[in-house]
């Protein structure tokens, strides 16, 4: 009898033992997501698959602003400087700068850097790219050629911009579009046909391997990369994915590494967290600062009227948007600057409250009083219809208004139509879009504001609004080189904008991405974190290059 | 009349198909009509239940913005039977012109308007809906109008069968001696006679616009306006992997609503079968001279 139960006891405590081990292992070691793992330091090796959409229309990132052309080039072309978080700009090719005290000057010092065909960098590449390639090709050209008085070269490793007039966001200008192109490769060519563009020469912490059309493209490491010990990575592909339930789900097997914003929807985000060893984050879409405004059109009634258009404002419950629209992912928008440019943003606005007997007290003082049927008047949204956020935003106003009387006729449309509608014929009544704001106030956020910019080209000021004293305070701080003095423009900016209520501003919605957590180094400190995937490395990676 | 009916049902009743589809289809219609008693919610309206699954409160549970399911099932059964038999009459009606006229004169006229349904049936039907839609925006009439564009060349060429086939017949010749006028023998005379496949041809339609207007909105193109079927498809497909009630409820009805009037079309074929049935001859709209 003993001996049985010495036997059972021996047996419990190895059950016993082993699923203590088992606790252990499992619950113990530290995994992913929720706890921060320490400093480490990045291994060598490995290949990183990085999902897009459809093919590049070509590899020379200084004829285009497309998504896809660029998350590609940027790891083979490099731009003057990057941005951090907080938009300061951080050294990339430009190893130093100099900002005269006019804000006319800027004078930039080359690193030591070598193409990938082995030939020095130089000043004259930079010249020439501006003036030859980008000035004439870029869709943001026009603002170099605009802005830019004179380049000049006075040694291989020195490039001076001389500027007409002083603008202060700059080298947020720079870090968005210049990528630096070769004048040896491009001078003298067809820029937009030479076959150098579809297998390109960069100066990147990459270099063009293959491009299998319709496949992928694959860029391996550069050994001579002039950032020293960097990159990290031994190659990276970039998987052509169309279908997005296919590249899903590709991305949980384990087939694709990393999925920008451009291909993982809001509607994933809390799905993909739940799942262990991914990662996700709203961090590294700085740049954009993207906001979903309301647009009014202030040249037709009844929204001409202040009190009208603050009885909506307060109709509106952004919460529940954010909630539902948004999936919690983003923020509320407070007015026409968004959190994510920190230095300028204040909330020492107008607010308007989730409050519905104040709303109908407003219209009824505007007088628009109820008919028997509860209605005050009748008009229409509009909106892009391709955009399931802008979807869900017209749906949610639509039931949000009843209450205060306003019957919204919904109008989807497709975006041609739309913006013909909106810009060329200013033929609305309520439009819904979500605008960036490009990193700067000045780059994206007072093209909507200024009289001078009411045109029937996309993107300007839709609403018509008009308001001298607000020209002039954008004009003064744009040409303002010194962030510290912009900043009190830009609040008296907003506190103005909010009281005038042009636009409501619904949201600050989220841009997110998702990676598999075998990876660091993605997302960390650049506003621009899908153009940098120079700075990825694996943890199952080796010590040496 | 009263007589013919009853013959009809016995014959009708014979298909197990038959009745299963038209138990279907009255249930539909049944719901359709009842909507406002049976849904507990108005379908549109917003909460914060989101994505709940079916349960005691929601018996099909809530779409992303707390709508709920049972409610947008049972007021899309509206929309579906609108589209379906706006679409399948204004088609039948074009078709049966259509494929009349050129099944009746032949000769050119007929190739002429044989080219014409041929080419509306080779139109890319999304880029038809893009355009049409584009011009009249996203009502529920514009898709209507789209699918009936899209539908009627079926009936067209069905029908126009039926005219050759019946218009060398005895009693067609007859109507011609007899100096009967054009349009009066094809509408007098060869349709009553052509009417079976051309109901059985209804029945199909409907079928066929409830599925193309589900595929319509279900690309984007719907009227968001209406709580349709497709619109809800349309809008599940972002959360297909986490809550599965809100594609399944509205694709099962559009499923047992397309599955219903196919089978109504089939047990109609079969009450119908011209081989079992005798041949009608409308002697009553023919002056018999006695001689």
């Known amino acids: 009898m003993t001996l049985r139960c010495d036997r059972l006891r021996a047996t419990e405590g190895v059950i016993l033992g082993l699923a203590l081990a088992a606790v252990l292992l499992a619950g113990g070691l530290p995994a992913d997501a929720g706890t921060a793992p320490p400093a480490e330091k990045p291994k060598y090796g490995g290949t990183f698959v990085v999902a897009i959409v459809n093919d590049p229309t070509t590899l020379n990132p200084a004829t285009s602003s497309d998504f896809y052309v660029k998350i590609i080039s940027g790891t083979v072309f490099d731009t003057l400087v990057n941005l951090d978080f907080n938009f300061n700009p951080v050294p990339r090719l430009a190893k130093s700068w100099d900002i005269s005290k006019d804000g006319l000057t800027y004078t930039f010092q080359l690193a030591n850097a070598k193409w990938h065909d082995g030939r020095p960098v130089t000043s004259e590449d930079v010249k020439f790219t501006v003036e030859q390639v980008l000035g004439l090709y870029h869709p943001s050209g026009g603002q170099y050629k605009d802005r830019i008085q004179e380049i000049q070269t006075p040694n291989p490793q020195t490039v001076v911009f001389k500027l007409k007039t002083p603008f202060g966001p700059f080298p947020v200008m720079l870090a968005n579009d210049l990528y630096i192109v070769p004048k040896h490769v491009y001078q003298g060519t067809d820029i937009l046909r030479n076959p150098a563009r579809l297998t390109p020469v960069g100066t990147g912490p990459f270099k063009f391997a293959e491009w299998k059309k319709g496949d992928y493209v694959r860029v391996v490491r550069n050994p001579d990369y002039f950032?020293?010990?960097?990159?990290?990575?031994?190659?990276?592909?970039?998987?052509?994915?169309?279908?997005?339930?296919?590249?899903?789900?590709?991305?949980?097997?384990?087939?694709?590494?990393?999925?920008?914003?451009?291909?993982?929807?809001?509607?994933?985000?809390?799905?993909?967290?739940?799942?262990?060893?991914?990662?996700?984050?709203?961090?590294?879409?700085?740049?954009?600062?993207?906001?979903?405004?309301?647009?009014?059109?202030?040249?037709?009634?009844?929204?001409?009227?202040?009190?009208?258009?603050?009885?909506?404002?307060?109709?509106?419950?952004?919460?529940?948007?954010?909630?539902?629209?948004?999936?919690?992912?983003?923020?509320?928008?407070?007015?026409?600057?968004?959190?994510?440019?920190?230095?300028?943003?204040?909330?020492?606005?107008?607010?308007?409250?989730?409050?519905?007997?104040?709303?109908?007290?407003?219209?009824?003082?505007?007088?628009?009083?109820?008919?028997?049927?509860?209605?005050?008047?009748?008009?229409?949204?509009?909106?892009?219809?391709?955009?399931?956020?802008?979807?869900?935003?017209?749906?949610?106003?639509?039931?949000?208004?009843?209450?205060?009387?306003?019957?919204?006729?919904?109008?989807?449309?497709?975006?041609?139509?739309?913006?013909?509608?909106?810009?060329?014929?200013?033929?609305?009544?309520?439009?819904?879009?979500?605008?960036?704001?490009?990193?700067?106030?000045?780059?994206?956020?007072?093209?909507?504001?200024?009289?001078?910019?009411?045109?029937?080209?996309?993107?300007?000021?839709?609403?018509?609004?008009?308001?001298?004293?607000?020209?002039?305070?954008?004009?003064?701080?744009?040409?303002?080189?010194?962030?510290?003095?912009?900043?009190?423009?830009?609040?008296?900016?907003?506190?103005?904008?909010?009281?005038?209520?042009?636009?409501?501003w619904l949201l600050e919605f989220s841009d997110n991405s998702a990676w598999r957590d075998e990876f660091r180094g993605v997302h960390e400190w650049s506003a621009m974190s899908f153009y940098s995937l120079g700075e990825t490395w694996w943890t199952k990676g080796r010590e040496k290059p | 009349m009263q007589h013919r009916l009853r013959e009809f049902w016995k014959s009708y009743r014979r298909s197990i198909a038959g009745v299963v589809g038209f138990a279907i289809i009255l249930a539909l219609a049944l719901v359709a009509a009842c909507a406002d008693l049976i849904a507990p919610a108005n379908p549109f309206s917003l909460s914060r239940d989101s994505l709940r699954p079916p349960g005691a409160q929601h018996l099909m549970g809530t779409d992303d913005l707390g709508r709920d399911i049972f409610s947008g099932v049972v007021y899309g059964s509206r929309v579906s039977l609108l589209v379906g038999f706006l679409t399948a009459g204004a088609s039948t009606l074009v078709g049966i012109l259509i494929g009349g006229i050129a099944g009746y004169y032949g000769g050119k006229l007929d190739d002429l308007l044989m080219r014409l349904t041929e080419f509306f049936m080779v139109i890319p039907r999304f880029f038809l809906a893009l355009v049409i839609i584009a011009l009249f925006g996203s009502s529920i009439w514009g898709i209507i109008l789209v699918l009936a564009i899209l539908s009627w060349p079926m009936t067209a060429?069905?029908?126009?069968?039926?005219?050759?086939?019946?218009?060398?017949?005895?009693?067609?010749?007859?109507?011609?001696?007899?100096?009967?006028?054009?349009?009066?023998?094809?509408?007098?005379?060869?349709?009553?006679?052509?009417?079976?496949?051309?109901?059985?041809?209804?029945?199909?339609?409907?079928?066929?616009?409830?599925?193309?207007?589900?595929?319509?909105?279900?690309?984007?193109?719907?009227?968001?306006?209406?709580?349709?079927?497709?619109?809800?498809?349309?809008?599940?497909?972002?959360?297909?992997?986490?809550?599965?009630?809100?594609?399944?409820?509205?694709?099962?009805?559009?499923?047992?609503?397309?599955?219903?009037?196919?089978?109504?079309?089939?047990?109609?074929?079969?009450?119908?079968?011209?081989?079992?049935?005798?041949?009608?001859?409308?002697?009553?709209?023919?002056?018999?001279?006695?001689?």
């Open chain 1, 227 to 504: 950032m020293e010990g960097k990159p990290y990575l031994d190659e990276i592909v970039f998987k052509v994915a169309s279908d997005a339930g296919a590249r899903m789900l590709a991305f949980e097997k384990g087939e694709i590494d990393y999925l920008s914003f451009y291909m993982f929807p809001a509607s994933e985000v809390e799905r993909v967290r739940k799942i262990p060893g991914f990662r996700t984050t709203t961090k590294g879409h700085e740049i954009f600062g993207d906001i979903l405004d309301l647009f009014f059109n202030l040249d037709k009634a009844p929204y001409n009227n202040l009190k009208v258009r603050q009885a909506i404002a307060h109709a509106i419950d952004k919460n529940y948007m954010l909630d539902k629209a948004d999936y919690g992912l983003g923020k509320i928008a407070t007015g026409p600057i968004p959190s994510s440019l920190p230095w300028a943003y204040t909330t020492e606005v107008t607010r308007y409250s989730h409050d519905v007997a104040r709303a109908n007290r407003l219209l009824d003082e505007a007088g628009y009083p109820k008919n028997d049927k509860g209605i005050r008047f009748k008009t229409t949204l509009m909106w892009d219809r391709t955009v399931p956020l802008f979807t869900k935003t017209a749906e949610i106003l639509r039931e949000q208004l009843k209450p205060v009387g306003i019957d919204l006729d919904l109008k989807p449309s497709d975006r041609p139509t739309m913006l013909d509608l909106v810009f060329t014929k200013r033929d609305f009544d309520l439009w819904v879009h979500g605008l960036s704001t490009g990193g700067d106030p000045a780059i994206g956020i007072q093209r909507l504001y200024l009289s001078s910019n009411i045109r029937s080209a996309p993107f300007t000021n839709a609403s018509g609004y008009r308001n001298p004293t607000v020209d002039d305070l954008f004009a003064k701080a744009a040409a303002n080189p010194d962030q510290k003095a912009r900043v009190q423009v830009y609040h008296q900016v907003q506190k103005i904008l909010t009281q005038d209520l042009p636009i409501i």
């Open chain 2, 157 to 291: 060429r069905l029908f126009r069968a039926e005219v050759l086939r019946l218009k060398s017949q005895e009693f067609v010749i007859a109507a011609r001696a007899m100096g009967c006028g054009d349009l009066r023998i094809l509408f007098e005379q060869i349709l009553p006679n052509a009417l079976s496949p051309v109901i059985v041809n209804i029945s199909v339609q409907v079928a066929y616009a409830i599925i193309l207007e589900a595929g319509l909105s279900f690309l984007g193109l719907g009227d968001p306006a209406s709580m349709s079927w497709g619109v809800m498809l349309a809008n599940a497909q972002q959360f297909l992997r986490q809550a599965w009630w809100t594609a399944t409820f509205p694709g099962l009805a559009i499923f047992l609503a397309v599955l219903g009037f196919n089978l109504v079309g089939d047990g109609l074929n079969d009450a119908l079968n011209p081989r079992l049935k005798s041949r009608v001859i409308r002697i009553d709209s023919l002056k018999l001279e006695q001689a």
